[in-house]
């Protein structure tokens, strides 16, 4: 079954420093791996996706991420923060090849609380 | 631009009642799906869809049941609402029948049960 960690509940910076959000997988196969943001009293919005190709993978935002195959992890960062980065975000994990019973369904983290401070 | 909508931003419901939760997408997905969502415990699915009048229950399917009539919407329903639904309801659609996608969301119902 596939699973997906977030190890930090909440994470406080101040703007303009750099993040880091913290993503482990657990998949037997190839995944497709996602990020989404949602902003208080809203829906999900995707930041980023990695399907296949380069590991290092250009968002929205100004965020990256880069997965890490050998260290299934899949870790979001943003150089400098801004105040409207304030949010819950979610790292997503599915099946590259999806089919049978799995039908793509995507397994998500706990969220992660990103809290800016002026 | 994709758009999920959903019927309602805010209920409040008593216990036993009948509860019906709408979605609406305008993009031809295939896939439509139903979350909730629970602080510390992440978006579960309830139920998806990957073609009209097909149904697939998802990890917390207890207490829900659905129905997709046309391509387009997807339902949500409690039969008999109970205080532990009061939660966070998210639906989501994708492209890509029965594969892994890019799901898009909509804006979410906050239902309350009393």
């Known amino acids: 079954a596939q699973s997906v960690t977030q190890p930090d509940i909440h994470i406080t910076v101040s703007e303009g420093a750099s993040l880091e959000l913290r993503c482990n997988y657990s998949?037997?196969?190839?995944?497709?791996l996602f990020w989404y943001v949602q902003s208080p009293g809203q829906g999900l919005q995707l930041l980023l996706k990695?399907?296949?190709?380069?590991?290092l993978v250009q968002g929205i935002k100004g965020f990256e991420a880069e997965f890490k195959r050998s260290q299934s992890s899949f870790n979001l960062r943003k150089p400098s923060v801004h105040w409207s980065d304030a949010a819950e975000y979610f790292c997503?994990?599915?099946?590259?090849?999806?089919?049978?019973?799995?039908?793509?369904?995507?397994?998500f983290g706990q969220g992660t609380i990103l809290t800016v401070h002026p | 631009d994709v758009k999920v909508t959903q019927s309602s931003r805010y209920l409040v419901k008593r216990t036993g009642e009948k509860v019906f939760l709408e979605c609406v997408q305008d993009m031809d997905h295939e896939n439509m799906f139903w979350y909730r969502q629970d602080p510390g415990l992440g978006l579960r699915l309830i139920y998806f869809s990957y073609d009209v009048k097909m149904k697939e229950k998802g990890d917390i399917p207890e207490g829900y049941s659905v129905s997709r009539e046309k391509k387009e919407r997807f339902s949500l329903i409690l039969e008999s609402a109970s205080t532990n639904q009061t939660s966070m309801y998210l639906c989501a659609s994708s492209l890509v029948q029965g594969g892994t996608d890019t799901q898009y969301f909509g804006p979410g119902t906050r239902l309350t049960v009393l």
């Open positions: 998949y037997g196969a190839t995944p497709y």
């Open positions: 990695y399907f296949s190709g380069d590991t």
């Open positions: 997503a994990v599915g099946p590259a090849n999806a089919g049978g019973t799995s039908y793509g369904k995507l397994t």
